[in-house]
T-cell receptor, first 112, second 114 residues
Framework: NAGVTQTPKFQVLKTGQSMTLQCAQD?????MYWYRQDPGMGLRLIYY???????DKGEVPNGYNVSRLNKREFSLRLESAAPSQTSVYFC???????????FGQGTRLTVV | EDQVTQSPEALRLQEGESSSLNCSYT??????LFWYRQDPGKGPEFLFT???AGEEKEKERLKATLTKKESFLHITAPKPEDSATYLC???????????????FGKGTLLTVNP
């Protein structure tokens, strides 16, 4: 029972490089989310997808784009990485809007 | 703006020493309050959902309670394996897309010494 799977687990980028973080869930959940976690800031929502075919901005969307590829997969793209995007990124999914979200293991991203 | 404040920031307990963690919140229309456990280097792991004041949920040594302004996570006779960061999050009930957002507190780092 994999749950929510994120790839890669670790990544180092140079300023200006681009990359895509991948996320897949096998729980047949409708909603998927991308969060970032920074020391002293807690978890903050970047983007979410309420259902397949829809995406919306969260609290901190600047510098990111997302794609809900199908019901299972939700990717996060950094077009031109900046040191301020150094963080741990978590993907999550939930069955319904007000039910618990299940998180992946995270991607630790460093931008130098 | 939704706000979640957790206290204390860090708590050290001896094995068997019961205590409580606090999560106070300010939201417009609470849809749900969630407790998570996070171990170092891992994603948050879901523990409980509480929906209305007066509700209680229990799981092993943990018990979560909810009032109109705060939630408590009571830990009874903790063991070293209960050491982790405990996160509280709220989901508001206002209309539009924001009701998908979980607003997290910064967490309480619990250390249980043997």
């Amino acid at each position: 029972n994999a749950g929510v799977t994120q790839t890669p687990k670790f990544q180092v980028l140079k300023t200006g490089q681009s990359m895509t973080l991948q996320c897949a869930q096998d729980m047949n959940h409708n909603s998927m989310y991308w969060y970032r976690q920074d020391p002293g800031m807690g978890l903050r929502l970047i983007y979410y997808s309420a259902s397949e075919g829809t995406t919306d901005k969260g609290e901190v969307p600047n510098g990111y784009n997302v794609s809900r590829l199908n019901k299972r997969e939700f990717s996060l793209r950094l077009e031109s990485a900046a040191p301020s995007q150094t963080s741990v990124y978590f993907c999550a999914s939930s069955a319904l809007r007000n039910t618990e979200a299940f998180f992946g293991q995270g991607t630790r991203l460093t931008v130098v | 703006e939704d706000q979640v404040t957790q206290s204390p920031e860090a708590l050290r307990l001896q094995e068997g020493e019961s205590s409580s963690l606090n999560c106070s919140y300010t939201v417009s229309g609470l849809r749900g309050l969630f407790w998570y456990r996070q171990d170092p280097g891992k994603g948050p792991e879901f523990l409980f959902t509480l929906y209305s004041a007066g509700e209680e949920k229990e799981k092993e040594r943990l018990k979560a309670t909810l009032t109109k302004k705060e939630s408590f996570l009571h830990i009874t006779a903790p063991k070293p394996e209960d050491s982790a960061t405990y996160l509280c999050a709220v989901q508001a009930g206002d209309s539009g897309g924001s009701n998908y957002k979980l607003t997290f507190g910064k967490g309480t780092l619990l250390t249980v010494n043997p």
